[in-house]
């Protein structure tokens, strides 16, 4: 028997403090060229996607993410995963996610199964 007034919403807004930084989604606009006149993608923030209340935190050393190698192949893993507190339907693997200053590829998401969050296993961009 479900207890009168509890959804997973009212989880989801009781957790709100939990997502104590924000993010931006960027997808990539086209190229520019830089000084050297090389290819540079322009990242520009996805529309409605500004300052979206996020949490961030690095893959755990025991989780199965990181980087593995299979023969001459190299599968790149996340580092970090973010949690939005929403389904963000719009985001897609081909955007980043910056969380302050910092910009991460996003790699994987995952999104519960009543669509109330977005889970994005992201790779630190370091170029």
Avoid: K
């Amino acid at each position: 028997m479900r207890a009168q007034g509890f959804t997973s919403a009212a989880v989801v807004d009781r957790l709100s403090a939990l997502f104590d930084q924000t993010c931006t989604i960027r997808q990539n606009e086209g190229t520019t060229a830089d000084a050297a006149g090389q290819p540079t993608p322009d990242w520009q923030a996805l529309t409605g996607h500004v300052g979206l209340a996020c949490r961030i935190a690095p893959v755990s050393a025991l989780a199965s993410t990181g980087q593995s190698r299979r023969a001459e192949m190299v599968v790149d893993r996340a580092t970090h995963i973010i949690v939005l507190p929403g389904p963000y339907p719009d985001v897609t693997t081909a955007m980043r996610a910056v969380v302050g200053s910092t910009s991460y590829q996003i790699v994987r998401i995952v999104r519960d199964s009543e669509q109330l969050l977005c889970e994005l296993e992201v790779e630190l961009v370091t170029t």
